[in-house]
């Protein structure tokens, strides 16, 4: 029941079929803003608003245990629509920025909430069947918003009407998902139950191991209103975690322990900076697309097709996606070099959208750009959480995307930002590409001092035997 109620709060929040049309809605007389204030001086307010509350919203989100993160962020989204549908004026808009980056940085509990109520042995499960619920609803949006402005002719304000009509169910949804019990860092279960937990995964074949009757479910795992069968041993446990403080200051020791634990492998860190370098460009990227879509071909002179290019780049990103899982090679020997060939492909791809100025051209590479980047980071994705924890993998993955939004909002405070150089979309995208074919030249000179070493080794170990 968790599942399916997280699963549809997922999709009802991702159809949302105004957005692949969100530029010409600014820029149209709804709201009627310049191409600088929207591209200059708006836009860059949610990379900042994502940065600063990316950390208090990680610690928050544990330390509430997920579900009320789970609904500020379908009220923030809903507050982001409404104010799409009514305000006015660039202050405004810039408000309602903020309120969206709010709701993107509390993402985050939305994928880790499934982890405090369900079984150790469904993760990899229910972890495909959230992230499929937001895809094929992201999808819907867009096909939807397409059909809606292309065929049957209705207005971007009734397509932001239906977003808000969407994010509403999803917000109603969020409020039936169960209170967990237990949290990654901050409501810790007790040692034994975790050595339980640990034991339910069979590493040969992926079924559980029952050595122990409370395997199945741990305490929270299970509805309030049953009453478990050895009451006494769990009332006690629960007024141990009552009397039991938490306390903010050993949390943050530990997750810095773990922080230097992790990074510490060479492995680690290479996914990682390649995760962080190039999140950065593919967020600046598909922030501003719609920008340079709309410079290359203007939307009030023709007719656009943002939503279904939106929908075939997330589509054929996801049939990228499933075939690199059936991929077998070595990536500690070879990954520092794919990582670079495909960064150079993506440099490309970014160029050719900038200096060819044709729309169709514009959408192919569009398309092309998101699908490298969706089995790239994929990869990086399965590399990093191979060796890990539940617990790591979170960290891991919040301290990357901590520094990509830093890095973004470096680049977005230079080259985007009004009071920085505020440069023309054209220039931006000829930056992005350069910094995509810099990424890929490190890491080919990396990849390639990394195979020199390891048939360096292979020789001496060779020659003494």
């Keep these: 029941l968790p599942t399916a109620l997280l699963c549809a709060y997922g999709f009802f929040c991702s159809v949302r079929p105004s957005e692949p049309f969100l530029t010409r809605y600014l820029l149209g007389p709804h709201k009627n803003l310049s191409e600088t204030q929207v591209f200059n001086e708006i836009y860059p307010v949610w990379t900042y608003s994502y940065l600063a509350l990316l950390f208090p919203v990680f610690l928050a989100t544990d330390y509430l245990r997920y579900k009320p993160v789970v609904l500020l962020q379908g009220l923030s989204l809903i507050v982001t629509w409404f104010m799409l549908l009514y305000a006015q004026g660039l202050r405004a808009v810039q408000f309602l920025e903020f309120f969206y980056g709010m709701g993107t940085a509390t993402d985050v509990a939305y994928y880790s909430y499934i982890y405090s109520v ?133 949390v943050l020791k530990d997750l810095w322990w773990d922080f230097l634990q992790c990074y510490s492998s060479q492995t680690m860190l290479c996914w990682s900076v390649w995760w962080a370098l190039s999140t950065c460009g593919y967020f600046q990227v598909i922030n501003y697309a719609q920008g340079l879509w709309e410079m290359v071909l203007p939307s009030h002179s023709t007719e656009i097709y943002n939503g279904a290019v939106e929908a075939a780049s997330t589509l054929l990103g996801a049939v990228a996606v499933f075939v690199v899982g059936h991929i077998k090679t070595s990536w500690a020997m070879w990954g520092e070099v794919a990582l670079a060939l495909f960064s150079f492909l993506i440099a490309a ?13 514009c959408y192919a590479s569009y398309v092309v750009f998101r699908i490298i980047y969706m089995l790239l980071i994929t990869i990086a994705t399965f590399q990093i959480a191979t060796n890990l924890s539940v617990e790591r993998y979170a960290l891991v993955f919040g301290v990357n995307t901590f520094i990509a939004l830093a890095l ?31 990424i890929s030249l490190v890491f080919l000179g990396s990849g390639i001092y990394s195979i020199m070493r390891a048939y360096r080794r292979q020789e001496q170990v060779q020659s003494r035997s």
């Design 349 to 361: 791809a970014v160029y050719i959208m900038d200096t060819v100025r044709n729309i169709w051209v």
């Design 118 to 250: 369900v079984d150790v042995n469904l993760y990899q499960k229910v972890t495909s069947y959230c992230r499929s619920a937001t895809l094929v609803g992201y999808t819907v949006g867009s096909v939807s918003g397409q059909v809606l402005v292309s065929v049957a002719g209705w207005s971007l304000f009734s397509l932001n009407v239906i977003s808000l009509t969407s994010i509403s169910i999803a917000f109603g949804t969020a409020w039936f998902l169960p209170m967990p019990q237990k949290s990654l860092f901050f409501h810790h279960v007790s040692s034994q139950q975790l050595s339980w937990e640990m034991k339910v995964m069979d590493c040969k074949n992926g079924s559980a191991v029952q050595d122990h009757p409370n395997v199945q479910r741990a305490p929270g795992w299970e509805d309030e209103t049953k009453v478990p069968l050895n009451g006494e041993g769990h009332s006690a446990e629960k007024q141990s975690m009552r009397e039991r403080k938490v306390d903010i200051v050993k």
């Design 408 to 438: 973004q909002t470096l680049l977005t405070l230079i080259v985007v930002d009004a009071s920085g150089l505020g440069l023309d979309i054209f220039t931006q995208f000829m930056i992005y590409a350069s910094y995509f074919a810099a």
